[in-house]
């Protein structure tokens, strides 16, 4: 089972179609006991990192949270999902998960704000069905960018004003700054590409017992 958290913001339904329609159950959920028991855990994020990180917090949720990506458990943080990952957040000067080293600013050099719309994500290394190299569309809708502290962590580069990391990695926290769920044949893809992630995240997890 995967866990989506429900923050009481979030493009929920959405991504829950996208998972089942990658063969997956999942459970909309701010149940902290669903979160410590799933499979793996999805962070849809919409809205601010102030009230987003408050919410968390109301629920009881940020150590369930840091427990689930300590143990190992697959980790996609989607759009605001993928920018509180991070440590210091620039928008209502407040702080993420710091799953990841790093921080999030606005973004620089655009003419408009917020960022909607199809952009090009070039990749910097690969990932089930995405090629190093290559480059798919996606749609985004944000304002404030991801600035990972290791290079290593940057999978994607998107370029809006700027280039900045797009779909960001490191063992088994995934981060996608554009929506996977509303990016047509290729988001589906990569929702893809995660779901096989955690299945075989879930196959080494049976195999150690």
Known sequence: MIAIIDYEAGNLRSIARAIEAAGESSIITADPADILAADAVCFPG???????????????????????????????????????????????????????????????????????GWSETVFQRGLPGFDAGTADYFYFVHSYVAQPANPENVVGVTTYGEPFASIVARDNVWGTQFHPEKSGVRGLALVNSWIEFVRASRLTEVAAR
């Open 46 to 116: 919409d809205g601010a990192a102030g009230f987003a990180m408050r919410a968390l917090d109301r629920a009881g949720l940020i150590d369930p949270i840091h427990e689930v990506v300590r143990r190992g458990v697959p980790f996609l943080g989607v759009c605001l999902g993928m920018q509180l990952l991070f440590g210091y957040q620039e928008e209502n000067d407040t702080h993420g998960l710091g799953l990841l080293d790093g921080e999030v600013r606005l973004i620089r050099g655009a003419e408009k704000l917020p960022h909607i």
